[in-house]
């Protein structure tokens, strides 16, 4: 699937609050690591995981389900870390909790083109199979922080 970097900038740039679902508290899970990273930029992240609910997480209370964030929160985003085969039951969830949500965005390896399809119907802008953590740092000239785009070019060892 082919998404515009100006489309992926613009969701990024725009979203302020995202349910995080399939969220973990373990710092070695690739939801802890991204969940962490949009707090650190200032997105507030609103975790959702049945096994931990109730605790803290990324500075916010872990919620059970989409259906049970209080009506005061307003999710512009739902991130699924969950398998493609929850996700269509994820999406009639958010849609029916977050009338005004504005993206579902799928991590990699997660897709499920009728479920998208459904959302899209209803105005939602769907991403799929691609990593909010990696676009961010790829759209804004973050990937260094990881050690990847130095500048520096050899081909002698040791750099």
């Not at 349910?19 to 969940?35: D, Q, T």
């Not at 707090?39 to 872990?62: D, H, K, Y």
């Not at 990593?131 to 060892?157: D, H, P, W």
Request: aromatic residues 8%.
């Amino acid at each position: 699937m082919f998404y515009s970097d100006d489309l992926l900038r613009r969701i990024l740039t725009e979203t302020r609050v995202i349910a995080l679902v399939g969220a973990s508290g373990n710092p070695v899970r690739p939801s802890f690591i991204v969940g962490t990273y949009l707090a650190a930029r200032g997105i507030r992240v609103i975790p959702v995981n049945p096994g931990t609910a109730g605790q803290m997480l990324f500075g916010e209370r872990v919620w059970p389900d989409l259906a049970t964030i209080p009506p005061d929160i307003q999710v512009d985003m739902v991130d699924i870390f969950r398998r493609s085969d929850a996700v269509p039951a994820l999406v009639d969830e958010a849609l029916a909790r977050f009338p005004a949500l504005k993206v579902i965005w799928m991590q990699f390896n997660v897709s499920h083109p009728a479920a998208a399809a459904v959302a899209e119907a209803r105005g939602v802008t769907v991403i799929q199979d691609r990593c909010t953590k990696a676009e961010y740092q790829r759209l804004f000239n973050e990937l260094r922080m990881a050690g990847f785009n130095t500048g520096i070019v050899t081909s002698r060892l040791g750099g």
